[in-house]
């Protein structure tokens, strides 16, 4: 299994523009972070998670060859905002439409920001076209490798965990980004995997993210071999924070990371 992160920025990205960013050295290119999103090579399949307003550059800088089906982890903007250049990747198709898995709010605001791309309606050719599909508990891919599902508190949405599992290598790779709290069923379904992404937004607290302090303590009850804090704001200086986070056996992702797993 391949995970490339594509981005690992908050909602407006890393550095804010029009702002001081106290604290965050921009001469490091670990604190340049784009809107959040992973792209999963599991037994060959594509698999993009997200795709927000970053996604065409994202794929630009990192190589992207394909994407094979999209899961979209909740419906906020910076996780959607750039679904329509998924357009190059719908074009190798041959007029397939690309499979996009989501909660049931996530499909309801893709049918509302671009309903122009969804099968059902009147085919306009030149756009990108999607097949909307609710997310199951388990997602079994050809070839035999499986996505777990479970739905993660994030203020008055939810948003999907998602647990990888290849089935050439048994790598498992967790991803829960965009949460308030690794809940007890989650917890149970990432216990022990090979990588560990969790949402760490801050050291302060917020009403619909974890802080840095509650994805250390769900790192520490996960038991992860490695874990990787995602989504952090310009408060997450990298030169600050990596070796602090590191005596905690966590770290903190960046943009363009690759991991091979397996
Ligand atoms: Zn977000
Ligand atoms: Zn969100």
């Given amino acids: 299994m391949e ?26 290119p670990k604190n340049w972070r784009t809107r ?35 899961l979209l982890t909740h419906e906020h903007t910076d996780h959607m905002a750039g679904l329509d250049d998924m357009r190059c990747y719908y074009n190798l198709r041959e007029g397939a439409p690309i499979p996009l898995y989501s909660t049931r709010s996530g499909l309801e605001r893709v049918r509302a920001f671009m309903p122009y791309a969804i099968r059902e309606t009147p085919r306009k050719s030149g756009y990108v076209e999607f097949s909307l599909r609710e997310m199951p508990a388990t997602l079994t891919l050809d070839g035999g490798a499986r996505i777990h599902s479970v739905r993660l508190p994030h203020g008055r949405t939810q948003t999907l965990g998602l647990v990888f599992i290849e089935s050439s290598t048994g790598a498992r790779f967790v991803y829960y980004s965009d949460c308030k709290e690794v809940t007890p069923e989650a917890e149970a379904l990432a216990h022990g995997a090979d990588v560990v992404v969790l949402d760490g937004l801050r050291p302060e607290t917020h009403p619909t993210h974890m802080t840095v302090g509650e994805a250390v303590l769900a790192a520490e009850r996960i038991q992860g071999r490695r874990t990787f804090i995602t989504h952090t704001t310009y408060q997450l200086d990298y030169g600050t924070w990596a070796p602090v986070l590191a005596a905690d056996n966590v770290e903190i992702a960046y943009d363009g990371l690759r991991l091979q797993l397996g």
């Fill in 36 to 70: 959040a999103s992973v792209h999963v090579i599991i037994d060959g399949v594509h698999v993009q998670v997200d795709a927000g307003p970053d996604f065409r550059w994202q794929c630009l800088q990192n190589d992207i060859s394909a994407v094979d089906f999209l």
């Fill in 3 to 28: 995970i490339i992160f594509l981005g690992t920025g908050t909602s407006q990205g890393v550095p804010l523009p029009a702002h001081p960013n106290p604290g965050l050295d921009r001469a490091n």
